[in-house]
């Protein structure tokens, strides 16, 4: 899976924004 986009799945979860996957 590239980081991008897990980034963005990251970004679109407001609930994951506290994991430091960026």
Known sequence: MDFVF???L???AEWLMF???C
């Open 10 to 12: 990251v970004g679109e």
């Open 19 to 21: 994991t430091p996957i």
């Open 6 to 8: 897990v980034c963005v």
